[in-house]
């Protein structure tokens, strides 16, 4: 019988997913591939297998291009050979740079760098490009250390290391200090001497003939005459600014040439300056009191005046200057004013406040910060009652200004002086009292028919009409008046004038409400009051009952307009009429 075969034929795998690569040396050579069961081999023959795997780190460790065949297999069946190649590229060589030192005020030198692409940056982390190319120049000027940044090679390929350079600028030394030195004819020339670690001497300005170097140099001129030597130091390789000072040799020394100064008595004693070879300082003009020998002297003065010094020079030679002199004055800081506070009533004019001083100022606050009048004399134009506080000072030209006083306006306020009436009708021969009210001491005028001329309380007998003003003054001093007018009404027998005794009406003006008071003898029954204006229209009616022959009722017109009333008191024995006055 027949057999039956059955041959089948299994699609292959793709062949491996991968890439070129290309990296810089140095870095791990690992090339990836996708596939099931990829084989790497060395040769397109397939006999070197070098690694089995999606991932394969070579040996290649040399700048060069490498190549490498992949498979991928499945149930015995391999796939076509997928080629990539392996780069490694070379790295950029950092770039070569020189630091460079200049002195401040030079021009600043030109960096320069070999390399391809050159790249500069202002810090370590390379993320502040300033210049790209071989050659940068620094824009620093101030003394200081500056750090630039190199690399070579364009970002993202195989850059170099970064190289550094600095540029240190320098400060100049110090210039030296030098004295101008004198003798006599024949007599010997003292050295000069300054200060500095490298110090030169020259005979001229240029700086081209040098004369001698270090700290000390001794002249040789013998002749009569002056000689300029001028003096640099170069200490940390630049310059300092020239110095000079002169030799002079005369038949006689010349006197120093000395300093003055001015300062505040609070600030620290200045030195006076004399130059010389042997220096001596006077406080007389006799020479005969050395307080100090040598090109400096402070002072040991502290309080404000002036003080003046003599200084002469000499040599070993034996010959003296004449004496020069110097001055040193010491200024006072201004002191506070003296001043003194005022105060007036309102509605006058305030008086002025006065501060005594050479050139006063005033301010209208303790921070010194709001000037508002300079002068001996403030008027400060205020009218409102309160303290009003003013800070003042004095200053002068060379110490400014000292220290604050202080000075007050007080504006009191008047009292408001009221009476228990404003007019009173009384018989001849009778009595009123009077009252006012709301100050502290109280003056009546005139005298005529008054009890008493002082005092909040008074009686009036006048014979005939009077008007009577009281001026009462309060605490403060501050005054106002009133005036109450008493009529005689000849009309009234003393009898009939007793029968209602005692009337008062009080305050008087009022706002609104006043007591009305009175006593009516021999009658207990009540007594009709009415308000009425000045055409004679009642505005308000009251009863007034009495208790023991005293009436005493207080009235509220608070809705009546400001003005001035009449109040009518009808009685058994007639009609009173008294004015009231409402001042809201």
């Known amino acids: 019988p027949a057999s039956e075969a059955i041959f089948t034929v299994e699609p292959g795998p793709n062949a491996p997913v991968s890439s070129d690569t290309s990296i810089c040396f140095g870095l791990a050579p690992t090339l990836f591939a996708q596939g099931t069961n990829v084989k790497w081999y060395s040769d397109s023959l397939l006999n070197n297998l070098v690694n089995s795997g ?40 950092p770039p070569a740079v020189s630091d460079q030192t200049i002195c401040q005020g030079e021009n ?25 190319g071989n050659s940068f120049k620094s824009q620093e000027s101030d003394i200081g250390t500056y750090t630039y940044y190199l690399t070579d090679g364009l970002p993202g390929s195989c850059m170099s290391a970064k190289s550094n350079a600095t540029l240190t600028i320098l400060g100049k030394p110090s210039t030296p200090v030098v004295f101008d030195k004198a003798a006599c004819f024949g007599g010997t020339v003292p050295a000069f001497t300054t200060s500095g670690s490298n110090i030169s001497w020259y005979s001229d300005s240029s700086l081209v003939v040098l004369m001698g170097t270090g700290n000390s140099y001794a002249a040789g001129d013998t002749a009569v005459g002056s000689y300029d030597y001028f003096v640099i130091d170069s ?11 002169t030799v002079t040799i005369g038949s006689s020394l010349p006197s120093p040439n000395v300093t003055s100064e001015t300062v505040c008595e609070t600030s620290t004693i200045p030195a006076l300056i004399a130059s010389g070879s042997n220096v001596s300082w006077y406080d007389d ?11 400096s002297f402070t002072s040991t003065k502290t309080e404000s005046g002036t003080y003046t010094y003599f200084v002469t020079d000499s040599v070993s030679a034996g010959c003296v200057s004449s004496a020069s002199s110097g001055v040193l004055t010491i200024v006072a800081v201004a002191s506070a004013p003296v001043t003194s506070d005022t105060s007036s009533c309102y509605g006058e004019t305030p008086p002025a406040l006065i501060a005594s001083g050479t050139n006063v100022t005033w301010f209208s606050d303790a921070e010194l910060a709001n000037r508002i009048h300079n002068g001996d004399t403030l008027n400060t134009g205020i009218l409102d009652f309160g303290t009003y506080i003013y800070y ?78 009281v001026i009462g003054t309060n605490k403060f001093g501050c005054s106002d008046s009133a005036s109450i007018t008493v009529f005689i009404d000849s009309t009234i027998s003393i009898n009939e004038a007793t029968i209602l005794s005692g009337l ?35 505005l308000t009616q009251h009863e007034l009952i009495p208790d023991n022959g005293e009436y005493k009722q207080v009235v509220n017109a608070e809705e009546l307009a400001k003005g001035v009333y009449h109040l009518q008191l009808v009685t058994k024995k007639g009609t009173l009429n008294r004015l009231v006055v409402i001042s809201k």
């Open 285 to 295: 003009a006799g020479l005969s009191s050395l307080v100090n020998t040598g090109n």
């Open 54 to 93: 999606n991932s394969f780190t070579t040996s290649d460790s040399s700048v060069g291009t490498y190549t490498y065949y992949l498979t991928d297999s499945i149930s015995g069946c391999v796939s076509s050979i997928t080629e990539i190649t392996l780069e490694i590229n070379s790295v950029a060589t």
């Open 235 to 245: 200490s940390n390789g630049c310059i300092s600014d020239i110095a000079s000072a």
């Open 504 to 538: 008062s009406i009080y305050p008087n003006p009022s706002l609104g409400r006043f007591t009305v008071e009175f006593y009516i003898t021999g009658q207990h029954e009540p007594v009709d009051m009415c308000i009425m204006n000045g055409l004679g229209q009642i």
């Open 392 to 469: 003042v000072t004095d200053s002068n030209a060379t110490c400014g200004q000292g220290p604050a006083s202080t000075a007050s306006l007080t504006i009191n306020t008047n009292p408001l002086v009221t009476t228990n009436k404003l007019t009173i009708t009384i018989g001849f021969g009778d009595s009123t009292e009077l009252e006012a009210y709301n100050a502290s001491t109280y003056e009546w005028f005139p005298s005529t028919g008054l009890s008493d001329t002082v005092g909040s309380l008074v009686m009036a007998s006048p014979t005939a009409d009077q008007v009577y003003a």
């Open 108 to 132: 600043s030198p030109l960096f320069t760098a070999a390399g391809g692409n050159v790249r500069w940056y202002s810090d370590s982390t390379l993320k502040t490009l300033i210049q790209i």
